[in-house]
C-alpha cells in the first residue's frame, strides 16, 4: 500500500486516483492553495470533482479550509494528529506583496472567553503583513 493511500484509508476516505493525485498536490504545497489553484494543477479536470474531493478531505479532517479574506477560500494539510477542535487551530499569516496564505501551526489562537450561553464553532485568526522572502 503506498503512504499516499495509507494516509486516505487513515482518515476514513476511500482512496481514489483523483484523490490520491489531489492529496499529492496538496502535500507539495509550503502555501495554502485555492481551488482554482489547485485546478490549474491539472491539464484536464472536472472542478466539480475537484471541489467535492476537497470537501471530503474538510469533511475528515485531512485538511482546513482558510478565509484570508481574498474572497477565495484556501485550503491545506492538518497535521496528522489534528481534529479541527478549537484548540487545534493556528495563526494563518497573508502576505500582502506575494498574495500567499502561510499556516503558522506553532502559533496557536488565543484562548477565547465568551460570554455566557455563547458556544465556540470554529476560529479563524489571519495576520497580514509581509511573508520572510518578501522581506528580503
Known sequence: MKNTEAKLINRDIRPTAMRELVFDILTEQTVAISLSDLEQKFQKSDKVTL??????FEEKKLIHSIDDGTGAV????CKETC????????????????QH????????IPSIDLPVNFRLKTINMVVKGVCASCND
Open 83 to 98: 481534529q479541527c477542535h478549537p484548540e487545534d487551530l493556528h495563526v494563518h499569516f497573508f502576505c500582502l506583496t506575494c
Open 51 to 56: 471541489y467535492r474531493t476537497l470537501k471530503t
Open 101 to 108: 496564505t502561510f499556516c503558522l501551526n506553532d502559533i496557536p
Open 74 to 77: 484556501k485550503y491545506a494539510l
